[in-house]
């Protein structure tokens, strides 16, 4: 029976480098002997009210140290950790409280502390029966039942981690600057950079002029981060460099190529595009082509197959365009609800990303379009799905389809049209507002025209 708990990463950096800085943030600088000290105060908390192995935790944290106090106190009592947006409102929360059913949240408090409360769920009905050693759960949007609550166990974490650092190289000498949403980013981000005793400088303010001053104050070598901060970054005009920086690194959404050019012009370092995936983990990066193709996601990591493939999963020759399918370690383990095994899923061993993409004679990488009708706004995943729900519970709105406008700093924006009902009049503003109480700020839409019909399929359903 596999008995890892990533929780000795953990463990491991308390003992091996007990007095060196795991974490800076506005608090200050905490060492991985205080880190642990604190994960295992919350573990105790945990244990104490009954929750530990086969329990499910929600955890709504900011993006400082107590994330990571709480990502590690969870995984350290044995249950599976959901890490929940903090940004979320209370109704998103809520449904995805009811699609999970967990057995208990965890909640940042305003005095700096957690409070812990448990659900009506029985301790003793086990979460995630399918998967017997499950460390986490993520929903790929983040948001409803439209999505898939992803499962994966602490040997899959294990595998993606070390598959990642084959590349990666992180050690204990390392800082990595961080600027993006813990709670979308944790696996191959956070849980590595603990595994490898490399420090986290949790930079919150965006602006050009405090990363850079995080990442030369804490000698960052490592920034992660979106095509909206390299676009800041490239647009400082202060003059200031990064002083130890080594690599940059974009990943959420595709790099718009003037703004890598603009940030090599500006600090002499050329931006990394890599790829990753809740399902797979980080199987490709662009380390070898990142200065004369910068539009492109890189190449495979040396652990991973990619392959393009047709329909019936042939695959294609070089510089065709087809279905992006990935094979490797750190794979998900099963789909929560439905309950759904990997090996469901796969088809021939490959997992299909839902990504149109081209391989290169030399194998690199670019993505060419999505099959999926998700929308990524500046990293942060909207179904569609999700937003026309909520304009159709507007009394004055019968129809309505939500789409994607490109945009030159957050990549794409979410869009609407709507058919309103017969004898009904209402402003986009009124829908502007009544959107604005059910959805976070970047799943509303920045545009909405009426129209008199949707177009329509042959089944009823609205197309897109």
């Known amino acids: 029976m596999n008995t890892l708990n990533t929780y000795s990463f953990l463990q491991h950096a308390a003992t091996q480098w007990p007095h060196k800085p795991a974490v800076h943030d506005e608090q200050g600088t905490l060492t991985f002997h205080q880190l642990f000290t604190q994960a295992e105060q919350l573990k105790h908390q945990l244990l104490t009210k009954g929750i530990g192995k086969g329990c499910g935790i929600g955890m709504i944290c900011k993006n400082d140290r107590n994330f990571i106090i709480a990502l590690f106190g969870s995984l350290g009592s044995g249950a599976t950790v959901m890490p929940i947006a903090y940004h979320l409102q209370k109704e998103e929360r809520e449904k995805l409280f009811l699609e999970a059913n967990l057995h208990t949240v965890i909640e940042e408090d305003k005095a700096g502390g957690f409070s812990i409360s448990l659900t009506e769920r029985n301790l003793n009905n086990t979460f995630a029966p399918n998967v017997p050693n499950a460390a986490f759960v993520r929903f790929t949007s983040g948001t409803t039942g439209k999505s898939k609550g992803v499962i994966i166990s602490h040997q899959s974490v294990l595998e993606r981690c070390q598959a990642a650092n084959k590349t990666l190289l992180l050690t204990e000498n390392d800082c990595v600057v961080w600027v993006l949403p813990m709670a979308y980013h944790f696996v191959v981000s956070i849980m590595l950079y603990v595994k490898a005793g490399a420090a986290i400088a949790i930079c919150n303010d965006f602006t050009a002029s405090s990363i850079l001053n995080y990442a030369n104050r804490y000698h960052g070598t490592l920034l992660y981060a979106s095509p909206m901060h390299i676009r800041l970054l490239a647009a400082d005009t202060s003059g200031e460099k990064f002083n130890n920086m080594q690599r940059v690194i974009s990943t959420s959404t595709a790099i718009p190529i003037q703004y890598a050019h603009s940030f090599k012009s500006r600090y002499g370092i050329a931006v990394q595009q890599a790829f990753g995936i809740i399902e797979v983990g980080l199987p490709v990066i662009n380390t070898k082509s990142a200065e004369e193709q910068p ?170």
Not at 296 to 302: E, Q
Not at 323 to 339: N, Q
Not at 373 to 387: A, D, H, L, Q, T
Request: proline share 5%; charged share 25%; glycine share 8%.
């Open 295 to 464: 539009s492109a996601i890189g190449h495979a990591l040396p652990d991973y197959e990619v392959a393009i493939m047709d329909n019936d999963l042939n695959i294609l020759p070089a510089g065709t365009v087809g279905k992006l399918a990935i094979k490797g370690p750190g794979m998900f383990d099963a789909y929560l609800s439905p309950p759904q095994l990997r090996e469901e899923i796969l088809q021939q061993g490959w997992f299909i990303t839902g990504d149109l993409a081209s391989k290169s004679a030399d194998s690199l990488l670019n993505i060419e379009g999505r099959e999926k009708s998700m929308i990524n706004v500046s990293g942060n995943k909207v179904f569609p799905e999700e937003v026309e729900a909520v304009l159709k519970e507007h009394a004055a709105v019968k129809e309505a389809r939500v789409f994607s406008l490109k945009h030159a700093l957050t990549g794409e924006i979410v869009s609407a049209e709507v058919v309103l009902n017969t004898n009904t009049k209402v402003t986009d503003e009124e829908l502007l507002a009544h959107c604005r109480k059910k959805l976070s700020p970047f799943k509303v839409p920045q545009t909405i025209t009426f129209a008199t019909e949707l177009s329509m399929t042959g089944s009823g359903k609205v197309k897109r």
